[in-house]
């Protein structure tokens, strides 16, 4: 059984490797508190968050097929809930077996653990057949329908009975049935382990009927060789069947354990809505366009790490890019520029995981690749200049982006002084919109953005982070052209007063 609930056609693989730029993103969107929200503590469902959120989904149509399954658990929180309990009690349950018998290596010690072990998974199938028949009518999605008629299909009370039965039989309570051959030298070969006819027999013929012609011997209590010999003999004679089994056993737990990281990722998606909700933040199912359709709309759409950490919901941006190659976002200092890139970087990686957006709405084209260009703290071992350090770091994302693309720099070569800086930028702006990557530029560089704004292209859009009278910040912003002010003073008034 497959649970293919993270992809359609193939399993989770919890032990891929991140994208090479996933640290980077991790760091300059603060994701670490993306993540934390969606663990609420459990350092297993960070884990499948980090993995989920940081690889994304290239296909549409894959990504609203998660979708689906999560719209599913927030309708149906419960039931999620307890099938990911299940399958969190058998691995809990497998790891305490597994170590009463860590130390067994008797094909009899083995054939027992795993007999006890497929008896406690037997009762978590159970468990996971009852939920599956209880909730198969209410799930809408195509992976939980699937899941579920695949689950009540195969795990019907016949086959259940059936294996309760093999597993009673291989407690070989009466002792067990063996044959063998006899080889070179006398000794045994080709030993097979028989059902015993105490259990396979009618009671009647058990009881009245002639068995075959059998001779038979006893050991002396204090014959240790002897009875050392017929242990042998036992075991040669169930080593094959305490090896099936035991390999039975891991074929069930490698199904709970792909159940339990499957369904971690939604587990861990409903405690960041959660989380979401009680700071009174919005959420919606972003509508994922194909790649290298250049459209992108938003409306409401706020930095979800942010929001986690005020007591007040965050403030929202509407926006439409359209086909616009360069987003250029200038105006106040602390005026929320940062934030708004840090929201359309989250919302990428949220949207093509295939979780819920921050917003109110929210639609874009796939992201070929999600890069980010932050500033760094300066080098503390003096090994390089921040200018240095800020374009090796730009040549790196050179070499990772491909034609739709997506890159956000906040700031870039803010290291330097603005006439030489403005030139790196526009060199930097020219060569990745000209390999089709779509960039959104944070800068307080008025000569990098006035030159783009003079050139009067139609493939480029600007946003003035909003000032209110007074030099309040309204965190919102406007489709406006550069200004050649960032309203520093606001700043050293507000420290240091108006005297």
């Known amino acids: 059984m497959k649970?293919?609930?993270?992809?359609?056609?193939?399993?989770?693989?919890?032990?891929?490797?991140?994208?090479?730029?996933?640290?980077d993103l991790a760091l300059d969107l603060g994701l670490g508190l993306l993540f934390d929200a969606m663990a609420a503590g459990d350092a297993f469902l960070r884990?499948?968050?980090?993995?989920a959120v940081l690889t994304s989904l290239q296909d549409p149509a894959e990504i609203v097929y998660r979708q689906e399954i999560l719209q599913d658990c927030l309708r149906h929180r419960e039931a999620a809930l307890a099938l990911y309990r299940v399958a969190v009690d058998a691995l809990e349950q497998q790891r305490k077996i597994h170590g009463m018998y860590f130390f067994a290596r008797s094909p009899e010690l083995i054939l027992h653990s795993s007999v006890e072990l497929m008896e406690m998974l037997l009762g978590m199938l159970r468990r996971l057949r009852k939920i599956a028949e209880e909730n198969r009518g209410a799930f809408r999605s195509r992976g939980f329908?699937?899941?579920?008629?695949?689950?009540?299909?195969?795990?019907?009370?016949?086959?259940?009975?059936?294996?309760?039965?093999?597993?009673?039989?291989l407690r070989h309570e009466r002792g067990v049935v063996l044959s063998a051959h006899l080889g070179q030298g006398g000794k045994g070969k080709d030993y097979v382990l028989h059902r015993s006819q105490s259990t396979t027999a009618p009671l009647l013929e058990r009881l009245l009927g002639r068995g075959p012609k059998t001779y038979s011997f006893e050991i002396a209590d204090r014959d240790e060789a002897g009875h050392q010999a017929l242990a042998e003999l036992r075991g040669r004679g169930i080593n094959l069947v305490a090896n099936a089994l035991a390999q039975s056993a891991e074929h069930v737990l490698g199904f709970f354990t792909l159940l339990r990281a499957e369904?971690?990722?939604?587990?861990?998606?409903?405690?960041?809505?959660?989380?979401?909700?009680?700071?009174?933040?919005?959420?919606?199912?972003?509508?994922?366009?194909?790649?290298?359709?250049?459209?992108?709309?938003?409306?409401?759409?706020?930095?979800?790490?942010?929001?986690?950490?005020?007591?007040?919901?965050a403030v929202g941006n509407d926006l439409d890019v359209g086909g616009k190659a360069l987003v250029v976002v200038t105006g106040a200092n602390q005026g929320g520029k940062s934030t708004f890139l840090r929201s359309v970087g989250t919302a990428h990686l949220m949207m093509q995981c295939g979780m819920f957006v921050g917003a109110e709405s929210f639609?874009?084209?796939?992201?070929?690749?999600?890069?980010?260009?932050?500033?760094?703290?300066?080098?503390?071992?003096?090994?390089?200049?921040?200018?240095?350090?800020?374009?090796?770091?730009?040549?790196?994302?050179?070499?990772?982006?491909?034609?739709?693309?997506?890159?956000?720099?906040?700031?870039?070569?803010?290291?330097?002084?603005?006439?030489?800086?403005?030139?790196?930028?526009?060199?930097?702006?020219?060569?990745?919109?000209?390999?089709?990557v779509r960039l959104f530029f944070v800068t307080h560089f008025y000569d990098l953005a006035d030159g783009f704004f003079r050139e009067g292209s139609d493939r480029v859009l600007f946003l003035r982070a909003g000032r209110e009278e007074g030099g309040r910040r309204s965190f919102r912003l406007a489709v406006e052209g550069p200004s050649p002010t960032s309203y520093g003073t606001d700043l050293y008034r507000k420290v240091f007063g108006d005297g």
């Open 3 to 23: 649970p293919l609930l993270m992809h359609p056609d193939r399993d989770l693989d919890p032990q891929a490797a991140l994208p090479p730029q996933a640290e």
């Open 145 to 169: 329908t699937r899941f579920l008629a695949m689950v009540v299909a195969e795990l019907d009370e016949e086959y259940l009975r059936s294996v309760r039965g093999r597993l009673d039989e």
């Open 363 to 436: 639609s874009a084209d796939i992201a070929k690749v999600v890069l980010t260009h932050f500033p760094r703290p300066e080098d503390a071992e003096l090994r390089s200049g921040r200018l240095d350090e800020e374009l090796r770091r730009m040549s790196r994302l050179a070499d990772l982006a491909r034609p739709g693309g997506l890159l956000l720099c906040n700031e870039s070569f803010s290291s330097t002084n603005e006439r030489e800086g403005s030139e790196i930028g526009r060199q930097v702006v020219r060569a990745f919109t000209e390999a089709e």
């Open 47 to 51: 884990k499948i968050a980090e993995r």
């Open 263 to 313: 369904l971690g990722f939604y587990v861990a998606a409903l405690n960041l809505e959660a989380a979401l909700d009680a700071k009174g933040g919005p959420t919606c199912v972003p509508t994922p366009l194909p790649a290298g359709s250049g459209r992108m709309s938003l409306r409401g759409l706020y930095d979800v790490c942010l929001a986690l950490t005020l007591d007040t919901p």
